[in-house]
């Protein structure tokens, strides 16, 4: 998603993405720490429905990707926000399996308060995912110099867009 956005519209434009991965990863984080994760991880029912929901969104996004092209760029229309990039985290199964995985390992009975402990790993995550996230959009940025044609970057945004769909497979499976 942020290769996309910064392939589509540049680093400047593409920051609220960055950040909304970034922080709403890192509010995911902290809630699944402090609790709601076990609940929704002890519940199948609830975990099938995050997943499809998921995957729906995952769809949708892939479609939004494979079918940009630069007169949405040029009219304005508006790159991947710090809402849609946050709220993409939490129908994210590989965003469910990171904060559970970090719970279950960094979490200590000794270590402090659920709460605090919960906000130092949100606050950790978001520390570390925004340098570690933003060579994905300045990847992409520096791929607009090669996308000059509309044609490139059609081939490009499908591309984009295929592999997003493509990784659907192993939520699937």
Do not use: H
């Not at 984080?29 to 991880?41: K, Q, W």
């Not at 950790?124 to 490139?152: E, K, N, T």
């Amino acid at each position: 998603m942020l290769t996309a956005t910064g392939a589509n519209v540049g680093i400047a434009r593409g920051i609220p993405a960055l950040l909304g991965v970034s922080v709403g990863m890192g509010i995911m984080m902290f809630i699944v720490a402090f609790g709601l994760g076990g609940l929704i991880l002890d519940n199948p029912e609830v975990l099938q429905v995050l997943k499809w929901i998921g995957i729906a969104f995952l769809l949708w996004l892939s479609w939004k990707i494979a079918s940009a092209g630069r007169a949405d760029a040029e009219a304005g229309a508006k790159p991947a926000g710090f809402l849609t990039a946050a709220a993409f985290q939490w129908v994210n199964p590989k965003s469910w399996l990171v904060c559970a995985s970090a719970a279950g390992t960094y979490l200590e009975a000794g270590s402090g308060s659920a709460f605090s402990q919960a906000l130092s790993l949100g606050m950790i995550f978001i520390l570390g995912s925004l340098p570690s996230c933003f060579p994905w959009l300045a990847f992409g940025a520096v791929m607009q110099r090669f996308l000059q044609s509309d044609r490139a970057l059609r081939v490009f945004n499908i591309t984009m867009g295929a592999l997003l769909a493509g990784s659907l497979i192993l939520v699937v499976l």
